[in-house]
């Protein structure tokens, strides 16, 4: 059964917020330079900012304009938007976040994509978009049976045809998004019209076959110096989560440094974190975290890839042969994501019809280039508009009529 759902976070969960933020400890050092981990320095004005000017409710009450719901599938709740398009026929899509972020990653996206002529679009290009929590990310429920994160795409399914009545949709994701997009795409590639991708899923360099292009041997060499450099974060969420979820969901500041970290390492802001995020933002995304309590679930799919045994990965070699490779697919890569892979690599395990390299933005690409991306899943699905089936267009003229 689906109903609204409206953000209202407890006093007592910001009263309590205020205390533990005027009880931080005195930062060991003031370095403003982010090379041995978050800038002590900007941490601290981050934290000055949210204890003094930081409005909470202000930013509740924007979330809040969007159409939210919650609903339980096959015993999990989920919460998500669902915005309807404003052109004659949109399509439906499917938005899936990633980590260290949340549903808020798509706030600039989805009107660019609902209302596309209100930002400089054609009406024609117009989509119903759902964005979802992920389980155990925000304010979905941790879903740990059906193999976790390798059963998020079924949910994903039922909650776009069973729930949501729609028989053909496209789907969209970046980081674990990307994954559970790819497992959408490869499970239930007759409901899915096209894939749209800011990364090759990271799980695929552990199939390096032996005929790697120059272009491929150059991105695992850069791979190997990313998880040497980078990837300790991914190791100890993947082997010992509770060690580091405990620590991080007692303090807010904490937190702040654990996420607002890969903000700043992972986007194209060079060495100015706030050239392409505000303090609002920053703090709104980690403020979802804080208020449900989540960062210790959010680790939850690193656990399940680094505890996935040899029969998990025959199912998901059997499941790729069946789908993924014949649904279209398209990449729009942005220069600052953690990585770059060739187009011929992508080729291996999709079907390659766009391939977009961006002049700027990276792993936050929703939030930092959104009129780019917007573009890009624009341009890649217009093609497939035209060849809509009776049977869509039945769907949609019932969604019409449904207040969902």
């Known amino acids: 059964m689906l109903k609204a759902f409206k953000i209202a976070v407890p006093d007592a969960v910001l009263n309590d917020l205020d205390i533990r933020l005027a009880s931080t400890r005195p930062l060991p050092d003031q370095a403003r330079d982010w090379k041995s981990g978050t800038s002590p320095a900007y941490l601290a004005d981050l934290i000055e900012y949210w204890r003094k000017f930081y409005d909470w409710r ?76 992920l389980p155990g990310f925000g304010f979905s429920q941790p879903r740990q049976e059906s193999g976790g994160v390798f059963g998020f795409g079924d949910l994903w399914h039922k909650l776009m045809t069973n729930t949501l009545g729609y028989t053909k949709f496209g789907a969209h994701g970046g980081d674990w998004g990307s994954t559970v997009t790819e497992h959408l795409a490869r499970s239930h590639a007759s409901s899915l019209i096209g894939i749209h991708l800011t990364d090759v899923p990271f799980w695929h360099i552990f199939q390096k076959p032996s005929d790697l292009s120059p272009a491929e041997q150059k991105f695992f060499k850069e791979n190997q110096r990313w998880q040497k450099e980078d990837g300790a974060y991914a190791m100890i969420q993947g082997t010992r989560p509770r060690t580091a979820a405990i620590g991080l969901n007692d303090s807010p500041t904490g937190l702040a440094s654990w ?134 267009q039945q769907s949609r003229r019932a969604l019409s009529k449904n207040p969902v």
């Open 58 to 133: 202000k930013q509740e009450a924007r979330l809040n304009r969007f159409s939210q719901f919650g609903t339980t599938i096959d015993g999990t709740r989920l919460h998500f938007i669902h915005e309807k398009g404003r052109g004659a026929s949109p399509i439906p899509i499917i938005l899936t976040h990633g980590y260290p972020d949340s549903f808020f990653r798509f706030y600039k996206l989805i009107p660019l994509l609902t209302d596309p002529v209100t930002h400089g679009g054609d009406n024609a290009d117009s989509f119903d978009v759902v964005v979802p929590s």
């Open 259 to 392: 996420i607002v970290e890969k903000f700043q390492e992972w986007s194209d802001c060079g060495d100015d974190i706030e050239s392409r995020f505000t303090k609002d933002e920053l703090l709104t995304n980690i403020m979802i975290y804080w208020v449900t309590g989540t960062i210790g679930s959010s680790f939850q799919p690193y656990h399940d890839f680094m505890n996935a045994g040899g029969m998990r990965w025959t199912m998901e070699t059997i499941k790729h042969w069946i789908g993924s490779s014949e649904t279209p697919a398209a990449f729009a890569c942005f220069p600052k994501d953690i990585s770059n892979p060739p187009r011929e690599w992508a080729a291996r395990f999709f079907n390659v019809q766009r391939w977009t390299e961006m002049p700027s933005g990276g792993h936050f690409a929703a939030l930092e280039e959104p009129q780019r991306l917007a573009e890009d899943i624009r341009a890649f699905f217009r093609p497939f508009r035209s060849i809509e089936t009776a049977s869509d």
